[in-house]
């Protein structure tokens, strides 16, 4: 039972991480029908200005997270302006090759300017608290109140506010939007910036229980692109669900079946979601 | 207007690069410059080959093998070069990014062989250095400076092959008793989910239970797929072992242990040679966390007489403590250079191979980052072993029998 209850918590502390990060990813599938690839550099490039904002500023811990979001963020912005905007007109399959070449300069980059090494990311929340026979680090509770808490602030902002309602808008409808007078550049450059800022928190949680390297996106934006794709591409509470169902197949998987087979534990249920519902739990439709 | 605007998100995009650009502490090194065959002074230069990751999630570790010859070459160079013959020679380190793929390694090992004529290749990965075998003994002849533990890659009959670590084989005994003497007969293995994860497991397991040991649980990590350690190691824990087998590059293996820790593991950890105790702590923040671990003694606590002064010249040179691999490679190179003196001769791979005993026998003293004294007849450095455990969070040398 110990056991059980443990694995329970360690699959809530990876399913938020993953459900954070394919949040990033489907807004702006939800939005521009970009599958981006690049996702997983924005994630890797949040961990990285997180540690040197921490090691080479000396800032606190969450103050770097505040700074990583908005410049990540702007990596996010930047990407959508100088790349996706241009090609808006042109066909699909150009998106995607932009998203993979903004990957691959995001990794190359990262080495150039960090090098290829693995780096540690200190935690001010190091402590290990013992519960009745568990073990919880302070960082893993972290990440699940904190995860929980931007993924409520951010359905609260998507559903209630005004800018918000542009975003959903504009998913469901981009021309229909833009008759009735969203400004759909805006809106594109702000779904950008929330992903990005997704992603560096993601991150930023994630990195004291691993380690910062330039391939650390690479974790994770596989298994971001099978949440989206289980959840339904572009819905928000898909990811969301589909995140902790991937967390929990993986350390529930891994201890009552086998952990040599935990990755395709994830992939049976991908295939079995999808044969009975063949876009994925909260499809939207259309698209 | 629109031209405008891309040229203003250009430059802010630089500006943002260089900016970070700015904030890095760490140098990266400069490409190292191609110098005519001869140069000013009379001296011709022999090419020597490096294949091996300088990309891609391995990239650290190749970096830090090619640092080592790096390293040599110029210490070489600087000293005027060296003689063959009556004539003077500088070293050329041609390194290429093989990304840790094997059939990579043999395309570059083709182009290196065409453009630069290289003698012998160094490749830092045991699949690079098989897929090297193929051809290296056929009409372009080259010697493979194998760094790797592997003993397979010496004992298929390369004649051409010389392997510079020790073979890991040799760990696995003293490792056992350290292990078994000190905590208990179960033990639970977690090892990277690499071909040579894998082969160590393999080793490993059969000598463990020989010896009245049990393995408890037997999986593996994939440090480049599992985001987080906490389900597998709480999996293995719950059969109570006394001791974990753990592996891997330093710092993930590093995070194992730690978070074995935090899940309330008491016992030690049989460390396999690829992952070092002195890159280990630098994740874990101090040795206690590493309390009854055995491993490859590191470097920088080694006593070998060139110790201090490698130490010394690499910290001034790439600013981080050297570790085996660059040690290793860094004694390889010179063991090279002194068989190319006795054999001489700079371009007959065999006569290089045949003489290279000669070279270990002519190794500086002050050079001596591992003392070698003996190649075996297939070609593998025959090094002491030396092992240390972590005790009372010191770093303690074992003897091995």
């Known amino acids: 039972m110990e056991i059980f209850v443990q694995q329970m918590f360690n699959g809530l502390t990876i399913g938020s991480v993953y459900a954070l990060v394919a949040l990033g990813l489907t807004l702006v599938y939800g939005i521009l029908h970009i599958p981006n690839f690049a996702h997983g550099a ?5 961990g990285y200005i997180t540690l040197t904002m921490m090691t080479n500023f000396g800032l606190h811990y969450w103050l770097a997270i505040l700074v990583s979001i908005l410049a990540v963020g702007l990596i996010g912005v930047l990407m959508e302006r100088l790349v996706f905007h241009p090609l808006r007109h042109a066909p699909p399959i150009h998106d995607k090759i932009a998203a993979i070449g903004i990957l691959l300069f995001l990794e190359a980059f990262a080495q150039y300017v960090w090098g290829a090494d693995y780096q540690t990311m200190p935690s001010p929340y190091d402590q290990v608290v013992h519960l009745f026979g568990l073990t919880f680090t302070m960082q893993r509770l972290l990440i699940i109140v904190f995860a929980i808490a931007v993924m409520i602030l951010l359905y609260v902002f998507l559903k209630k506010t005004f800018i918000g309602a542009t975003i959903i ?4 409808d981009r021309e229909g939007a833009n008759l009735v007078g969203i400004n759909t550049n805006r809106t594109a450059m702000l779904t950008f910036l929330i ?3 997704l992603a560096s928190i993601a991150c930023s949680l994630a990195a004291p229980i691993n380690l910062v390297f330039p391939g650390m ?6 298994k971001a692109f099978v949440i989206i794709i289980l959840g339904g591409m572009g819905s928000i509470p898909g990811a969301i669900l589909g995140g902790y169902i991937l967390g929990f197949s993986e350390s529930l998987g891994a201890t009552y079946i086998s952990n040599d087979y935990k990755d395709i534990i994830a992939f049976v249920l ?7 519902k063949p876009t994925g739990l909260f499809a939207k439709g259309g698209h | 207007m629109q031209k405008l605007r891309s040229l203003v998100g250009l430059s802010i995009i630089f500006v943002f690069m260089f900016s970070l650009v700015a904030c890095n502490s760490s140098k990266s090194s400069s490409s190292a410059s191609k110098p005519s065959k001869t140069e000013a002074d009379g001296a011709s230069t022999v090419n020597i080959g490096y294949s091996g990751p300088l990309s891609g999630p ?6 830090r093998t090619l640092n080592g010859t790096e390293m040599a070459a110029e210490e070489i160079n600087k000293a005027g070069g060296f003689e063959v013959n009556g004539k003077k020679y500088k070293l050329n380190v041609v390194a290429l990014d093989d990304k840790y793929l094997p059939n990579e390694t043999g395309a570059n090992a083709k182009r290196l062989l065409q453009e630069n004529k290289t003698p012998i290749i160094f490749t830092p990965h045991s699949g690079g250095v098989a897929a090297l075998q193929v051809f290296n003994q056929t009409e372009n002849k080259f010697i493979i400076g194998a760094y790797t533990s592997e003993p397979k890659i010496t004992e298929n009959g390369n ?3 010389v392997r510079i670590p020790p073979r890991y084989d040799g760990y696995i005994e003293p490792f056992t008793k350290y292990e078994m003497d000190h905590f208990g007969k179960k033990i639970a293995f977690l090892p990277t989910s690499s071909q040579y ?8 397991q059969p000598y463990w239970e020989k010896q009245g040991g049990k393995v408890v649980y037997n999986s593996s990590i994939d440090f480049a797929k599992d985001t987080d350690f906490f389900t597998i190691v709480t999996n293995a824990l719950k059969k109570k072992p006394d001791v974990l087998f753990i592996g891997g590059a330093s710092e993930p293996t590093a995070k194992v242990a730690k978070q074995a820790r935090e899940l309330g593991f008491k016992g030690g950890f049989i460390v396999m040679d690829q992952a070092k105790l002195d890159e280990m702590k630098k994740v874990t923040g101090s040795y206690d966390v590493l309390n009854g671990a055995i491993g490859v003694m590191p470097l920088v606590h080694s006593e070998s007489p060139g110790i201090p002064e490698f130490i010394k010249n690499y910290k001034a040179k790439y600013n981080e403590d050297p570790g085996s691999e660059a040690g290793l490679n860094y004694i390889a190179t010179y063991v090279f250079v002194e068989a190319m003196k006795a054999a001489g001769s700079v371009d007959d791979p065999e006569k290089i191979r045949a003489h290279m005993q000669d070279g270990l026998d002519k190794l500086p003293e002050d050079k001596k980052v591992y003392v070698i004294p003996k190649i075996d007849d297939h070609g593998g450095f025959e090094g002491e072993l030396i092992i240390a455990a972590v005790e009372d969070g010191k770093i303690v040398p074992i003897k091995v029998k």
């Open chain 1, 169 to 172: 808008a504009m998913s469901q």
């Open chain 2, 58 to 63: 391995a990239a650290f570790y190749g970096k």
């Open chain 1, 195 to 197: 992903s990005g800022g």
């Open chain 2, 197 to 204: 994860g894998k082969d160590w497991s393999e080793k490993l």
């Open chain 1, 42 to 46: 924005l994630y890797m490039m949040g």
């Open chain 2, 159 to 161: 004649k051409l092959t």
């Open chain 1, 217 to 222: 996106g690479q974790l994770v934006i596989l």
């Open chain 1, 270 to 276: 991908l295939v079995i979601i999808l044969s009975v």
